[in-house]
């Protein structure tokens, strides 16, 4: 056996750097705990109305534009639908594209006519995922914002300018 006492130091050494290294690809094998992160943002654009067979429900698109810190520069498409005699919406989705990817999510709300032509809005945002950066992100938002007429056609499509704030939290 004494001719093993000269691999016990390197031997040694060796069971202690394959340990770390066992070490290390098991803990990058393990699924990592999403990161949450603050996501607050401003935007302003566009909203179109159009009356759908109800004249109660209006399919509404939203093309906006804002800022964040996270998402940088952005732009945003959403869709949903408006009861006017129950002051929601329902069934938003909602798009964020910015350099990083795009964010996908779900959104319902409210609002509240405060003047002839103005309402306010609050909702939340749920998000369902994206591409690039925010693969696979999940999270929930806010959101409050205003809504002025800017136009009724006769046929009785709205046209309305938005301005929102968004503030919550993105995990990926």
């Known amino acids: 056996m004494r001719h093993l006492d000269a691999f016990r130091g390197p031997l040694s050494a060796f069971a202690a750097v394959s340990a770390l290294l ?26 179109i109305g159009v009356p759908t067979s109800d004249p109660n429900i209006y399919t509404v698109t939203v093309i906006a534009a804002g800022h964040s810190a996270l998402l940088g520069d952005f732009r945003v498409r959403a869709h949903h639908f408006t009861d006017l ?10 798009t964020f594209e910015g350099a990083h990817g795009r964010l996908f999510g779900t959104y319902v709300g409210t609002e509240l006519q405060t003047g002839l032509d103005t309402l306010t809005i609050e909702g939340t945002v ?11 992100a999940t999270g929930e938002a806010d959101f409050t914002g205003a809504l002025h007429i800017i136009g009724i056609s ?3 499509l709205v046209r309305e300018t938005v301005t929102l704030e968004l503030h919550g939290t993105l995990d990926f």
């Open 154 to 156: 006769p046929g009785g």
């Open 126 to 136: 749920t998000f369902l995922g994206g591409t690039g950066r925010f693969a696979g």
């Open 85 to 94: 005699n129950a002051g929601t919406f329902l069934d938003g989705v909602i």
């Open 22 to 47: 066992l070490a290390l690809l098991g803990a990058v094998g393990a699924p990592a705990e999403a990161d949450s992160v603050a996501l607050d943002a401003t935007g302003t654009g566009t909203a």
